[in-house]
């Protein structure tokens, strides 16, 4: 089974409409990530969370929100749906016993049309 | 300027040959460096890390970093057709989380 899991994988949703994307881990790390990957372009950090208690806006964190449910769920929602959200989104994770390397492993990707 | 840049490319090299992937940051305070493969369609994939000057070998891959000059590159020996991806430079700054490059598009020509 694989260590970081998402889901759904494809969506396509209205605008307006509220979504929210799910990320599971089972390598037992603190960290959690979520981004954003639009055509030929890197990874844009939305959000970020260090523990269950500590959540992080990351640089493109308007329009939308997180929930670290526990330390091997972290959730990423879109309140209200808009087609320039549309993007392959992320969820990765990292452990902090090993705080300078933050070597991340990341789930296999959702990707979202929003018509 | 972006944090981490690295060449837009797409980059071509005949199989057999030596691919050189190269990636330049801003933050002095990077730690930690990173290259991520990354298949088209799919998720990022570690693939070296590098945290001290010099170079670092695993198999056909030497990462190499030099922190005077905020440069960190990657070299392919031997590239294989399988090769062909995107490479994602990443650098830490210790303050938890990476920053990412946009990625340089490898092929790998038979």
């Known amino acids: 089974d694989a260590d970081v899991t998402q889901t759904p994988r494809n969506r396509i949703t209205k605008t307006g409409k509220r979504i929210m994307l799910e990320c599971s881990q089972t390598k037992g790390h603190d960290r959690m990530y979520w981004y954003r990957q639009d055509p030929g372009l890197g990874l844009r950090l939305i959000y970020y969370s260090f523990d269950v208690k500590d959540i992080n806006k990351g640089e493109i964190s308007d329009g939308y929100s997180v929930s670290r449910q526990a330390q091997a769920k972290f959730s990423l929602s879109l309140e209200s749906a808009i087609p320039n959200q549309t993007a392959l989104y992320f969820c990765?994770?990292?452990?902090?016993?090993?705080?300078?390397?933050?070597?991340?492993?990341f789930g296999p990707g959702t990707r979202l049309t929003v018509t | 300027q972006k944090e981490v840049e690295q060449n837009s490319g797409p980059l071509s090299v005949p199989e057999g040959a030596i691919a050189s992937l190269n990636c330049t940051y801003s933050?002095?305070?990077?730690?930690?460096f990173f290259w991520y493969r990354q298949y088209s369609g799919k998720s990022p994939e570690l693939i070296m890390s590098?945290?001290?000057?010099g170079d670092k070998e695993d198999g056909r891959f030497t990462a190499q970093l030099n922190k005077a000059s905020q440069y960190v590159s990657l070299l392919i020996r031997d590239s294989q057709p399988s090769d062909s991806a995107t490479y994602l430079c990443a650098a830490n700054t210790n303050a938890g989380k990476s920053t990412f490059g946009d990625g340089t598009t490898l092929t790998v020509k038979p």
């Open positions: 933050d002095r305070g990077s730690q930690s």
């Open positions: 990765a994770t990292s452990d902090s016993r090993d705080r300078v390397r933050d070597e991340q492993y």
């Open positions: 590098i945290y001290s000057n």
